[in-house]
């Protein structure tokens, strides 16, 4: 077994170094680009995003598959990830993992036109889509869409099921001194009581637990950073100047230059957000939408909220505590540097960052179970669903128990091994997914959607907005 661990760690080395995040933050340029920044719709798209009525075909709303793939998203990364990249490549790695969080929603929008534009129905009337999908139906690669679904599958129950189980289970005995053991079984009976009923079971408590998750988070972070208000603007500065600098940050941060702060900033804010991963647009298959377009745009706001709003909240608690008191977190690392960071905000502080972890942990296993089930379905069929659900509730209560380091570098490698076959669709179905993108937006369609009423017919001057076109393609006729 350590023989295996090792050769893993060793894998990894390659799976996730240079080459790797320079051809996923590569492909985030690409299709910002291809996609005349496609960022510049957030402000429309978050407006979709918080549309909760039924507008198409599919298994779930808007909200609740954004809600999803948040709660998928959204963990320790989005915490302890970031106190990593700082730690290891000084207060500059914040910037580059905005950055990525920044050109990442180019590659989260393309993500889920190729889910919406590839979906299929089964019999019962389920939407089934994703890179697998993409990759079978619109690249004729059902064998690397196969292998897909394998690396899925083994990565989620690593990174979305047994190590956030371990996480959580291991800051209730450190913050509250409840035992393992015991944390393990309440988690196992919510976590079956939910993902049990399927994907509306998991979008409704995901609906009620990532907005609960976010607001608290957000508003205790800003909490913080109103008491450290005197540090923000210097903090800001040390931001830029060390991810622009070679020059390294003192006060016990490794901090190496420009190199180090993007390596690790481009890193954690990958592992972040998961655009490119291939994850979210499994569940962004499942909404309800009139056309691939819509749901790109409501997909695309998760790595908004995700990096670019909590991510960036967390690095300026962390830099401005370091420029506060750099002697006092000289020398942390990780989970360290975070837990140091908040304490220094007497009771706010360790209650924001208790209830973050706590929330966003269990939130990755039922989002992740969705993922998961899913590439199961893929290679198996329906007849493998119930028995992953119960496999995957049995896996919550021994990541509770178990020490994981081997089933975390294994899912590092499998998450690697995942984003290849998605970044081949991506790449090679860029041109179906700017033909889709000048349809429905850049024609103008989708502002005349987004302004319209629920009403059979509204005239515009000069123009009919019909149902029919509305619900079929989201065309506007003249």
């Known amino acids: ?28 340029i690409f299709l910002t680009w291809r996609l005349r920044f496609i960022q510049r719709y957030t402000g429309v798209a978050v407006k979709l995003s918080f549309s909760r009525e039924k507008e198409g075909h599919g298994d779930i709303s808007h909200f609740g598959a954004l ?22 490549g000084g207060p ?11 050109f990442g929603i180019a590659t989260k929008y393309s993500e889920a036109v190729l889910a919406v534009k590839y979906r299929v129905k089964t019999s019962d009337g389920t939407m089934l889509g994703g890179p697998m999908y993409a990759l079978a139906n619109g ?9 897909f679904c394998v690396f899925t599958a083994i990565a989620a129950f690593g990174i979305g099921n047994m190590v956030q189980a371990n996480s959580l289970a291991d800051l209730a005995h450190s913050t509250f001194r409840i035992p393992p053991v015991l944390s393990g079984l309440v988690m196992t009976a919510i976590t079956a009581v939910v993902i049990l009923g399927g994907i509306k079971s998991i979008a409704r408590a995901c609906g009620r637990l990532v907005p609960f998750m976010a607001i ?5 972070c ?28 003192g006060g016990g941060m490794v901090g190496g230059g420009i190199l180090l702060a993007a390596r690790y900033g481009i890193a954690r804010g990958l592992f972040s957000n998961e655009a490119g991963l291939g994850s979210a647009p499994i569940v962004a298959a499942a909404a309800q939408s009139r056309n691939p377009v819509r749901q790109g745009l409501v997909s695309s706001t998760g790595v908004f909220w995700d990096t670019v709003v909590v991510c960036a909240m967390t690095g300026l608690v962390l830099v401005t505590t370091l420029v506060k008191d750099p002697a006092g977190l000289q020398g942390l690392k990780g989970a360290e540097l975070t837990k140091a960071a908040f304490a220094h905000i007497p009771v706010v502080g360790p209650a924001v960052l208790t209830v973050g972890l706590l929330t966003f942990v269990f939130s990755t296993i ?19 669903i119930m ?22 570098d294994l899912a590092d490698a499998m998450n690697a091994l995942m984003a290849l076959p998605n970044i081949v669709s991506l790449l090679l179905l860029s041109n179906v997914i700017v033909a889709e993108t000048k349809k429905y937006l850049w024609n103008g369609a989708l502002d005349a959607q987004v302004a319209e009423t629920q009403h059979a017919r509204q005239f515009v001057p000069g123009k009919i907005i019909v149902r029919k076109e509305r619900e079929e393609v989201g065309a506007v006729s003249d």
């Open 1 to 28: 077994m350590k023989s295996l661990h090792d050769l893993v760690i060793f894998l990894n080395g390659y799976l996730w170094g240079p080459p790797m995040l320079a051809l996923i933050f590569g492909t985030h």
């Open 67 to 88: 809600m999803t793939a948040l709660a998928a998203t959204i963990g320790t990364g989005n915490i302890v990830g970031v106190a990593t990249a700082v730690a290891l």
């Open 92 to 102: 500059g790695a914040v910037l580059w993992c905005w950055l990525t969080g920044v």
């Open 139 to 147: 690249l004729k690669m059902k064998w690397l869409a196969s292998l």
């Open 216 to 220: 608290f988070y957000i508003g205790g």
């Open 222 to 249: 800003l909490l913080i950073l109103f008491i450290n208000i005197e540090y923000i603007l210097p903090a800001i500065a040390l931001i830029v100047r060390s991810a622009v600098s070679p020059e390294a940050f």
């Open 366 to 384: 039922l989002g992740w179970s969705y993922y998961g089930e899913r590439a199961l379905e893929y290679l198996l069929g329906k007849k493998a």
């Open 387 to 408: 028995p992953y659900r119960v496999l995957w509730v049995g896996a919550v209560f021994v990541g509770s128990v178990a020490a994981l380091p081997f089933v975390w």
